[in-house]
């Protein structure tokens, strides 16, 4: 099992910056893939951005040259940086891990919020 525990997000204007934080209960380079989903109002959640445990990364594409994620394995800590917000970019975000032949976990959630 994993516990994942987020911060990092808040209330922050357009064109403004945050970083999101996932801390693990196990190593995340034990974790077969990490990642952020993000889930707005009346919204399907989505992926934003993952990293395996090797380090490949993978973006949605209206994240692209503005997110960045890494990982910090010896901190068993995933971060999201995100620059240059938009309003659309508001919603609940949702750290996920992978481990092989399991179903993902989730943490509890951090709101990002996008004024324009």
């Known amino acids: 099992q994993v516990q994942l525990v987020e911060s990092g997000g808040g209330l922050v204007q357009a064109g403004g910056s945050l970083r999101l934080s996932c801390t693990a209960s196990r190593s995340t380079g034990t974790i077969f893939v990490s990642g952020w989903y993000r889930q707005a109002p009346g919204k399907q959640r989505e992926l934003v951005a993952s990293?395996?445990?090797?380090?490949?990364?993978n973006y949605a594409d209206s994240v692209k040259g503005r997110f960045a994620i890494s990982k910090d394995n010896a901190k068993n800590t995933v971060y999201l940086q995100m620059n240059s917000l938009k309003p659309e970019d508001t919603a609940v975000y949702y750290c996920?891990?992978?481990?092989?032949?399991?179903?993902?976990?989730w943490g509890q959630g951090t709101q990002v919020t996008v004024s324009s």
């Open positions: 996920s891990a992978q481990l092989l032949f399991s179903d993902p976990y």
């Open positions: 990293i395996t445990s090797g380090g490949t990364t």
